[in-house]
C-alpha cells in the first residue's frame, strides 16, 4: 500500500552494532603467518578485530544490531516495510539474510532482501531506503550491514588475513521534519576492478567442490595496493560530489564516518577532503575492516559517544569490492 509520506525527507532515527566476543589480535597473527604488529599497525591501523566462533552466523549478529535499532526508535516491528540487508556473506545462498532477520524480528510488513556491494553495501542500503521513503513506498526502514568475512579469509595469506573482521551494524530509518535527515545520497560502480577483490570459487561459475575448497579458490583475494588508490581517488571524488549536491562545503562537515578500510585510506581522503581531523571518526583499530558493516558500527559508536549533535552536517563514504562506492551527506 502506498503511504503518504512523499516528498518528506528521509533520516536516520536510530542504529545498533553487534560482534562476535571473540577477538584476534595482531599479537595472534604474528603466530600465523609472517607479519608483526608493528607492520599491520603502521600499514593498517588496525591492533585487533573480532573473528566469529564456529557455529556463530551472520544473521545472529544482524538480528541483535537490528533489534537495538528498533528498539531505540520506539517502533514496534510490525511497522517496517522495507528491510536491506547488505551482505557479502551470508548465512546461506537461500533464503536471503535479510528474510532470515525478518522472522526473527517479527516484521512480518516487510519487504526484505540482500544487497551485494561489498564494503559499500549499507552506503547502497541507505541510498534505496531514502528513495523508498521520500517516495512514499515505505515509512520505516531497516538497512543493515552484516558480514562474517573472516569465514572466508586465508589465514596464510598475510595480505588479507591481517585486514578483514566481523560485526553487524543497523540504521532504522524513517521520515523527519524539516531540512533534516539525507541531504543527497550517490551510488556507483566499475566492474572493470572486479579482479582486485574477490572469490573465485563457490559460486555457479567455478562450484564447490573437495578440490575447489582444498585449493582455497573461496577465500577472498585481493590486490590491496592496486585498490588503495582508486579508493582514495573514489571516495574523494563521490564525497566532493554529494556535498556539493547538499550545497555544502567539507569544511562545514563535523562527522565524517568513511568506510573502515585503512586508516591510511580515511586519512588521505580527509586530508584530500580538508575535513579537520577532530570530526574523522576511526574504530579500525578495534575492529579492522568489516565490509558492509563498517560504517553502520562506527556510526553507532559515534551516536553512543554524542560525537552528531541536532543540525551537525554528517558525512558518511564508502569503497569496496566490484568496485562499488558511495557517499551520504546527512543533516543530524
Ligand atoms: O575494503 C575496501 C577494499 N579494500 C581496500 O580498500 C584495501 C586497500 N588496501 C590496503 O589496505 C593495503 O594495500 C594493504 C594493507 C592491503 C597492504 O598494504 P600496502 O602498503 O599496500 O602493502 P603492499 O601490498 O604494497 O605490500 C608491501 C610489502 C610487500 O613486501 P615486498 O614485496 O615489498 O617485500 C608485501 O609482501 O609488504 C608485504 N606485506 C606484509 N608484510 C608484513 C603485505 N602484507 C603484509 C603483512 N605483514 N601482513
Known sequence: MTKTNAGINAGILSTGR????????????????ETSDEWITSRTGIKQRHRAAAGEYTSQFAVAAARQAVERARIDASEIDLIICATVTPDQILPSTACLIQAELGAHNAAA?????????????????????????????????????????????????????????????????????????????????????????GGTRVPPTAETLSSGMHYFKMRGNELFK?????MTDIAREVLAEAGY????????????ANQRITDAVAEKLSVDSEFVYSNIAMHGNTSSA???????????????????LVLLVSFGGGATWGAVALKW
Open 18 to 33: 553487534a560482534y562476535p566476543e571473540g577477538v584476534l589480535t595482531n599479537a595472534d597473527l604474528e603466530k600465523m603467518v
Open 113 to 201: 532482501f540482500d544487497l551485494a556491494a561489498a564494503c559499500s553495501g549499507f552506503i547502497y542500503g541507505l541510498t534505496l531506503a531514502n528513495q523508498m521513503i521520500r517516495t512514499g513506498q515505505s515509512r520505516y526502514a531497516l538497512v543493515i550491514g552484516a558480514e562474517l568475512l573472516t569465514r572466508y579469509v586465508d589465514y596464510t595469506d598475510r595480505g588479507t588475513c591481517v585486514i578483514f573482521g566481523d560485526g553487524a551494524g543497523a540504521a532504522l530509518l524513517g521520515p523527519v521534519e524539516g531540512d533534516r535527515g539525507i541531504l543527497a545520497a550517490r551510488i556507483r560502480s566499475d566492474g572493470r576492478y572486479a579482479e582486485q577483490l574477490f572469490a573465485p570459487g
Open 230 to 234: 582508486v579508493a582514495v581517488r573514489s
Open 249 to 260: 562545503g567539507a569544511h562545514e562537515v563535523r562527522l565524517f564516518v568513511p568506510h573502515q
Open 294 to 312: 563498517s560504517i553502520p558500527i562506527a556510526l553507532d559508536e559515534c551516536l553512543e559517544q554524542g560525537l552528531a549533535k541536532d543540525g551537525d
